[in-house]
Nanobody, 123 residues
């Protein structure tokens, strides 16, 4: 099983980035997919999750209205569109896959994790 996150980079505050997560070796369409992030010196935190069919999505309050998660089951990929980025969004972003039914915010529900992609937002 492999989850390959990409699309991170350096962007100015107010800018946008689109992260992608390509999955292989698992039944992607049967998995809830989530994005988490970890800033230096901080705990890993939930960002957003989307259920297997995309019919239910959950966002952390800190990103609601700015970030959008989506998925393409045919391509075995999930995406995170990040707009109006703030310096506090700076972190390593991880995609993860879970077998739970709902859009879980609990890291313990996720069985597989990608390697992370760095997002840096300058002020």
């Amino acid at each position: 099983v492999q989850l390959q996150a990409s699309g991170g980079g350096l962007v100015q505050a107010g800018g946008s980035l689109r992260l992608s997560c390509a999955a292989s070796g698992l039944a992607f369409s049967m998995r809830t997919m989530g994005w988490f992030r970890q800033a230096p010196g901080k705990e890993r935190e939930f960002v957003t999750a989307i259920t297997r069919s995309g019919d239910s999505i959950y966002y952390a309050d800190s990103v609601k209205g700015r970030f959008t998660i989506s998925r393409d089951n045919a391509k075995k990929a999930t995406y995170l569109q990040m707009n109006s980025l703030k310096p506090e969004d700076t972190a390593i972003y991880y995609c993860a896959a879970a077998l739970v039914y709902g859009p879980s915010a609990a890291a313990r529900d996720y069985n597989y994790w990608g390697q992370g992609t760095q997002v840096t937002v300058s002020s």
